[in-house]
């Protein structure tokens, strides 16, 4: 998957988020363009549009002299940029008035005068404000946080990245919604404090855990301001370190092991798991190389007191397990699984219990199976092949 893309969990909530920004960017646009051209209105009509973070459906607005229509929704228009990367970036706290200007301009070709773009630019940002400043449910079961790298327009500069800080919220229903964007020179636990004492004061009291990557200092920032939180390192995350660690064809048998941990159903469970690794392997007995996570205290180390469901392993997760299954191993995510070989999930807040076939073989009575491997080559880090990360998907939470 394109490395600008978000992840699968944050997709679906940041492609609602930037089909609102753009539906609020078209009506300011209709609006100033009657002002400057005359005409009046005439209804909308439906349209799609395809941007980084999915498929987002548009009323466009319409003038009675069909004169009117939107630059960014031009066909075959050559966009340097992606619509929905813009979209995020403009309602980005953290954003000035003149990076809002740019962006605005952009979007809307620039057609307008100074004069008529600053006061477009006011209304769009007091939109952004109200998104930024909205009151938040005062309990979350889950709050992923991550950072993210988007492509956009500065003056001067042509296209930049610029580093976006995304926090998404699992609410107890299993609703999910953006919590925020936030617009930082770097990613760092100091910007992440700031980001979390915001989602305080807008009311987002308890969080039964924050699930992030392992940048250090996030966990005693999470802490500082939610005390009673637990925290995980995101598994992705983990896993793909994990793999990293050892040899290419080792890389199937690693996957295995690590699927047995991440999906069992409670914690001695998955404790068993680790403890089973074979000795003979680089990452059994003692040493269990694929099974520390630096940074993160590992997998098992925090979140799983009375937690048992989160150690179900995300959808991201299971497509990495995947792409390294021994042959004739059926595993959530793969192919076969979704044509039905691999059984139900449980229905108990447990973690999926999938067929192992060719794993016995796999370890050394028949031979091993070279694997192919999602880490960009023999050993060398990229980007995660299904996209996909934490937080964690349980029975009661999907």
């Not at 089909?19 to 209105?41: K, P, W």
């Amino acid at each position: 998957m394109d490395q600008d893309t978000l992840r699968i969990l944050l997709r679906e909530a940041v492609r609602e988020t930037v089909a609102e920004v753009l539906q609020t960017v078209l009506e300011l646009d209709r609006t100033a363009f009657l002002q400057v051209h005359g005409g009046r209105r005439n209804g909308y009509y439906p349209r799609k549009l395809e941007t980084t973070f999915g498929q987002v459906d548009l009323k466009v607005p319409r003038d009675r002299e069909s004169r009117y229509y939107p630059a960014f929704l031009k066909p075959y228009a050559r966009r340097l940029v992606d619509v929905g990367e813009v979209a995020v970036a403009l309602y980005a706290a953290g954003v000035s008035q003149r990076k809002a200007a740019e962006i605005l301009s952009l979007l809307l070709g620039h057609r307008y005068s100074h004069e008529t773009l600053s006061a477009l630019t006011d209304q769009v940002l007091e939109a952004a404000g109200a998104f930024r400043t909205r009151p938040l449910p005062e309990e979350m079961a889950f709050v992923y946080l991550d950072g993210l790298s988007l492509k956009v327009f500065r003056e001067g500069e042509g296209i930049v990245r610029e580093s976006v800080y995304v926090a998404l919220g699992i609410a107890p229903n299993g609703e999910r919604r953006v919590l925020g964007f936030w617009l930082l020179p770097t990613e760092s636990a100091l910007g992440w404090e700031g980001v979390l004492g915001e989602l305080w004061q807008r009311g987002l009291r308890r969080v039964l855990l924050f699930i992030t990557d392992g940048l250090p200092g996030l966990p005693e920032a999470i802490r500082r301001v939610y005390p009673q939180a637990e925290w995980q390192r995101c598994v992705v995350h983990g896993v793909r370190w994990s793999l990293s660690q050892v040899r290419a064809r080792d890389r199937g048998l690693l996957a295995e092991d690590l699927r047995r941990v991440y999906g069992a159903e409670s914690r001695e469970e998955a404790l068993g798991a680790l403890e089973s690794a074979p000795k003979g392997l680089p990452w059994g007995g003692e040493g269990r190389l694929g099974f520390a996570v630096p940074g993160g205290g590992g997998a098992l180390g925090t979140g799983f007191g009375g937690l048992p469901a989160v150690l179900r392993v995300p959808q991201g997760a299971l497509a990495v397990l995947a792409e390294h299954q021994p042959d004739g191993a059926v595993y959530p995510g793969s192919a076969a699984w979704d044509e039905g070989a691999g059984p139900q999930v449980s229905q108990g807040g447990g973690g999926i219990q999938a067929p192992l076939p060719g794993v016995r073989e796999a370890r050394g009575e028949v031979g091993r199976t070279e694997t192919k491997g999602v880490l960009g080559g023999e050993g060398g880090a990229g980007e995660d092949a299904s996209g996909a990360v934490c937080p964690p998907y349980t029975d009661s939470y999907t």
